[in-house]
């Protein structure tokens, strides 16, 4: 199945183990359009990128097989959920059927680890504030995103990385500001324009998500 998050698509795929001739797995994909073209989250080709939903050990319900839903979606909890049916048995052999649950964070499907500084494809601009979704290991981090406009010239200074207020704690779709007063200028200009983001990572950060979203409501500030 596919499914839209954030500017690409997803697509849980089920890859045959011809080698062994009773494995099924689970691995993620990603594409611009449903029509692809498709790739691996991770690894160079979908025979060798890892699972997605990884195969229980030797006695689980799922030791063999893993067949995903179409569907995945997000509870109301805030987690993210995935059905998916579990056989204990080769492919073509008995075998049992579970129905199963795999649970993770919002937009926790994939993410950037480490640290350095890269630059994100072109985005069109669709609110006046980034959004980030990252956690932070044992090393802990920080995560700062600045803003490159598609226009001749230098980018105002107002949006430089430099100026992007650090994220320093686990978050879900947190706001990005940057220095100045009343929290900081926002991108309303921007909107329905198209610009690159030039993305920060410290130490331990992972990730998962950057979007926008229109100004909180405590982040505003009289005139």
């Keep these: 199945g596919t499914f839209p998050w954030l500017d690409v698509y997803l697509g849980l795929v089920m890859v045959f183990d011809s080698d062994t001739g009773d494995q099924v797995h689970c691995r993620l994909t990603f594409a611009p359009t449903p029509e692809g073209p498709w790739k691996p989250v991770e690894g160079d080709n979908i025979i060798?990128?890892?699972?997605?939903?990884p195969l229980g050990g030797p006695g689980?319900?799922?030791?063999?097989?893993?067949f995903a839903g179409a569907s995945p979606f997000r509870h109301d909890s805030g987690a993210e959920w995935v059905y998916y049916m579990g056989g204990n048995g080769p492919h073509d052999g008995a075998r049992?059927?579970?129905?199963?649950?795999?649970?993770l964070r919002p937009d926790g499907y994939a993410s950037v680890r480490g640290a350095?500084?890269?630059?994100?494809?072109l985005l069109v601009v669709t609110s006046e504030m980034i959004t980030a979704t990252v956690d932070f290991g044992g090393a802990g981090g920080a995560l700062r995103i600045g803003v490159l406009p598609d226009e001749p010239?230098?980018?105002?200074?107002?949006?430089?990385?430099?100026?992007?207020?650090?994220?320093?704690?686990?978050?879900?779709?947190?706001?990005m500001h940057f220095a100045g007063g009343?929290?900081?200028?926002?991108?309303?200009?921007?909107?329905?324009?198209?610009v690159v983001l030039e993305v920060s990572l410290e130490r331990d950060a992972l990730l998962y998500a950057v979007g926008f979203a229109p100004r909180a409501a405590e982040a505003t500030c009289e005139s």
């Design 96 to 103: 049992n059927s579970s129905f199963a649950l795999a649970t």
């Design 153 to 175: 010239g230098e980018p105002p200074v107002a949006f430089n990385l430099d100026h992007s207020v650090p994220l320093t704690a686990n978050a879900t779709d947190a706001q």
């Design 116 to 121: 350095g500084i890269f630059r994100t494809p």
């Design 60 to 66: 689980a319900f799922d030791s063999h097989i893993i």
């Design 48 to 53: 060798d990128a890892p699972d997605f939903l």
């Design 182 to 194: 009343c929290g900081g200028p926002d991108l309303k200009y921007y909107v329905g324009k198209k």
